[in-house]
């Protein structure tokens, strides 16, 4: 499989996960079924596990410039997770688009900083080596 299509799909199943999980929290009336901040708890670390598996898979293949590719893979999920958001979650949810940026958006912002400090570990380890 080519890296950016693996790359996309690794961030198609960091949107998805949580998405997924989440939607098990609502009742059949589009409810909440549970205590807010429980379920933006859960929902933060599902995301921060899913980029972190999803980096460590990736990292796997990459054998050079881990600072760079770290970068490039976050912004890309970040990125595509922004724009998932934007054609489903947003309609599905009635958000204004400010309340989204507030209570999800900004979130995301996640996927980056775990890649990235991923990104410089494998660096600094590689260098080590030298």
């Given at each position: 499989?080519?890296?950016?299509?693996?790359?996309?799909?690794?961030?198609?199943?960091?949107?998805?996960?949580?998405?997924?999980?989440?939607?098990a929290f609502y009742d059949a009336n589009g409810?909440?079924?549970?205590?807010?901040?429980?379920?933006?708890?859960?929902?933060?670390?599902?995301?921060?596990?899913?980029?972190?598996?999803?980096?460590?898979?990736?990292?796997?293949?990459?054998?050079?410039?881990?600072?760079?590719?770290?970068?490039?893979?976050?912004?890309?999920?970040?990125?595509?997770?922004?724009?998932?958001?934007?054609?489903?979650?947003?309609?599905?949810?009635?958000?204004?688009?400010?309340?989204?940026?507030?209570?999800?958006?900004?979130?995301?912002?996640?996927?980056?900083?775990?890649?990235?400090?991923?990104?410089?570990?494998?660096?600094?380890?590689?260098?080590?080596?030298?």
């Amino acid at each position: 499989m080519k890296p950016i299509v693996h790359m996309l799909l690794s961030g198609l199943l960091i949107w998805l996960t949580p998405f997924l999980l989440g939607s098990a929290f609502y009742d059949a009336n589009g409810n909440l079924a549970t205590d807010v901040f429980l379920f933006k708890t859960i929902m933060i670390l599902v995301l921060s596990l899913a980029a972190s598996v999803a980096t460590v898979k990736n990292f796997k293949k990459i054998d050079s410039n881990f600072m760079r590719q770290g970068l490039t893979m976050g912004f890309v999920w970040m990125f595509l997770s922004l724009l998932l958001d934007i054609i489903i979650l947003i309609p599905i949810s009635g958000m204004s688009g400010i309340d989204y940026t507030y209570q999800i958006g900004l979130r995301y912002l996640i996927i980056p900083t775990i890649s990235t400090s991923c990104g410089f570990v494998a660096h600094s380890l590689y260098q080590g080596k030298r």
